[in-house]
């Protein structure tokens, strides 16, 4: 008996873009025509690769093509990518909800897949019977469902209603009994696609605990998709990174996250030297933004509390040789474009004085307060009396959750914009 | 590398004849929670719930009494009009319905299937039980009319044939569960389909001897197109049986018969090709 739990093995799926309906008819006899003459399927050479980036000449795009990864018994794998990369698409051939169009995927142990919560609910059942009939669905029989019937009421908290048909439910309480009932599956594989975005965010600390409970606790072989990437690295043992439909790493889950973040590089070094919506004299002009950690070392996630520092290069057209008072601004904006806060030299003892061999300016902040979302920065400068250069829009981050306050809990989004340290006594 | 034993092998095809019918029996729970969820949803908030059962094949056979019998003059083979029409009804229901039903079940449940596997064969196959279900009960109808007029008048001669009446229901269940499979996988590509059966049905009404006995056929022309018709031989032969009137051989119920089991296998492979990868089209 091999500890492999699954095997894929030259993996693709090809699909037609545009309209289905025109000309189907016409290609499936041009296909079944090539197959009674033992030929290559015509429409699957054409295929290329997915990159929905850039417009591509054939109707066909081979959505996975060529993947190979193993996973072991017990492990707990996460598989990453951008939107688009094929996550989804290898979900669905794992589940068997659509066939590949080449290779195999090998498989020891029963499977079962969470890509949604509530699959099959019937809005006229009621709670009891919905457990029943998307328990049956999701593989489980009618004893199985009956000798854990009480705990999945119990975990969903919605025992008052159970009789109760689902459209009467809040959407919260529909939400907590649908993944109730996934919780409770017993499979030796379980497949599980973001249903973790559920909920508020106490429930959601219950089912990222019962996932863990899941893998860890009864040594199951999970595979997980998630753009959470601190619920990724939380759980996940190993990790396999798609680009393109094709894979790009497999490997340990920490190291799988840097390669996520280096592809996504661009994202935290932006390139300022080309942009034309600025305004100013051009005394000096902005050319990049880099964020560093506390080693110096550049980084491409920024977590809630984290230490780092940013570092503004610019390009110096000051010809004198004198000192000229200057004034660095980088605002941060939320989505809304609320303006969030401000790093300043402005809130500096002295005056701050540039010359016409400075280079670039450095920020650090020890602690970082925001929370996660997403966020905008504009960054300002003037020389003397006169605007130098302002982008209002310089560039976008992400911060994810993290452990503001050591404390072992993150910071989700919902308890707040930023965090403040402090301490609380009882007297 | 030793000799690994893998439970299941996922790849693009499946060998033709793999109906995985282990599979569904595996998931049998699930199908009488289809059926049940069928019902409940069905009448949950309707007044007169399961009466619906009755109401709906009475009307029909008043309907045809009138247009056919009365307005029309057809002839009834000189049986009682109200018993020779829901015999017809009663039977053609079943397989009228379960065939609508069964071809729409890609299109219908696409969400469903799109997300989570489970044979698909369990939801076809429920569709027949929970029709299945709804005959007996307006079969029951069928029975109390029929005694009726088996007790109170000698117009009807019921004879041994009916021995034979849960065969000819099997043969039109499994004959609507092809059709319909065939229907619903060729749907999920050309949704013209989908209208073409729609009249279709009612089409081949007129094609099988329910309005009509098969006797008052004399054009040999016509005749030969009912009788191609399999499913005549089994309406035909469960009006023989319970009201004695009509025309019974074995040569045309075996005929219907091994069409059935051709369209039921065909229906199966096609159905089984489709499921895997229709998600990509519907």
């Known amino acids: ?427 | 590398m030793q000799e690994e034993s893998w439970t299941e092998v996922i790849q693009p095809r499946t060998r033709l004849l793999d109906l995985g019918l282990a599979d569904v029996w595996r998931y049998r729970d699930l199908v009488m929670l289809f059926v049940r969820r069928d019902f409940v949803s069905t009448y949950k908030q309707t007044v007169l719930g399961p009466i619906w059962f009755f109401i709906q094949p009475l009307l029909t056979t008043i309907t045809y009494y009138i247009i056919f019998g009365r307005v029309a003059n057809l002839s009834t083979d000189a049986l009682p009009p109200l018993v020779f029409y829901i015999s017809g009804v009663t039977i053609w229901n079943y397989f009228a319905q379960t065939l609508t039903a069964t071809s729409t079940v890609f299109r219908d449940n696409a969400a469903m299937f799109g997300k989570v596997y489970f044979p698909r064969l369990t939801m076809p196959l429920s569709i027949v039980i929970s029709n299945l279900v709804r005959f007996a009960i307006q079969f029951g109808l069928f029975l109390l009319i029929w005694l009726y007029y088996v007790v109170q008048t000698d117009a009807i001669h019921p004879n041994w044939l009916i021995a034979l009446t849960p065969a000819l229901i099997a043969i039109m269940g499994l004959m609507s569960l092809g059709l319909g499979m065939i229907f619903s996988a060729l749907t999920t590509k050309y949704r013209d389909l989908a209208m073409l059966l729609t009249f279709g049905v009612q089409l081949l009404m007129y094609a099988t001897p329910v309005i009509y006995p098969l006797s008052s056929i004399t054009n040999p022309k016509y005749k030969l197109i009912i009788l191609a018709n399999p499913m005549s031989s089994i309406v035909e032969t469960f009006r023989y049986a319970f009201l004695g009137s009509g025309t019974f051989s074995w040569a045309a119920l075996a005929y219907s018969a091994v069409i059935t089991l051709a369209v039921l296998l065909a229906g199966i492979i096609i159905f089984n090709r489709v499921q895997k990868s229709f998600t990509d089209t519907v």
């Open chain 1, 1 to 427: 008996m091999s500890d492999v739990a699954i095997k894929v093995e030259n993996l693709g799926k090809l699909y037609r873009l545009g309209e289905v309906g025109t000309g189907t008819l016409s290609q499936d006899l041009n296909r079944w025509w090539a197959q009674v003459r033992g030929k290559e399927d015509p429409f699957a050479k054409i295929g290329e690769a997915n990159d929905r980036t850039k417009k591509g000449s054939s109707d066909f795009v081979w959505s996975l093509k060529d993947v190979n990864f193993e996973v072991k018994k017990g492990e707990v794998l996460g598989i990453i990518g951008r939107n688009g990369a094929g996550k989804s698409t290898l979900l669905k051939i794992l589940s068997k909800v659509t066939a590949p169009t080449t290779g195999k995927i090998k498989v020891d142990g029963r499977i079962a897949s969470l890509l949604e919560v509530g699959t099959g609910f019937h809005p006229e059942l009621t709670g009891r019977e919905n457990i029943f009939l998307n328990g049956a669905i999701l593989g489980m029989s009618k004893t199985e469902i009956r000798a854990k019937f009480d705990e999945i009421v119990d975990f969903s908290g919605v025992e008052r209603y159970i009789d109760t048909p689902v459209k009467r439910y809040s959407s919260g309480m529909y939400v907590r009994l649908a993944f109730a009932v996934s919780a409770f599956l017993e499979p030796e594989i379980l497949i599980v696609d973001e249903v973790l975005a559920v909920g508020d965010a106490e429930f959601q600390k219950k089912c990222l605990g019962r996932m863990k409970d899941v893998s860890v606790n009864d040594g199951r072989t999970v595979l997980f998709v998630s753009h959470n990437m601190a619920a990724v690295q939380q759980l996940c043992t190993t990790g396999i990174l798609l680009k393109n439909g094709q894979l790009f790493y497999d490997g340990e889950v920490r190291k799988t996250l840097q390669e996520y973040f280096a592809m996504q590089k661009n994202v935290f070094e932006s390139d300022l030297g080309s942009r034309t919506d600025r305004k100013g004299t051009g005394l000096i002009k902005f050319t990049s933004i880099e964020f560093y950690d506390s080693h110096n070392q550049p980084i491409y996630n920024i977590v809630t509390g984290q230490q780092l520092s940013l570092k503004l290069k610019f390009e110096n057209n000051i010809q004198d040789k004198k000192d000229h008072n200057v004034r660095f601004d980088v605002i941060i904006m939320d989505e809304n474009e609320n303006m969030i806060s401000m790093l300043t030299t402005f809130y500096q003892h002295n005056n701050t004085y540039i010359h016409s061999d400075s280079a670039y300016y450095t920020i650090s902040i020890p602690k970082l307060p925001l929370s996660q979302g997403n966020y905008t920065l504009g960054i300002y400068c003037k020389i003397d009396e006169d605007e130098a250069d302002w982008i209002m829009n310089a560039m976008e981050f992400t911060v994810e959750e993290g452990d503001f306050f050591n404390c072992g809990r993150v910071m989700p989004r919902g308890f707040g914009a930023v965090a403040i340290e402090h301490t609380i006594q009882l007297h």
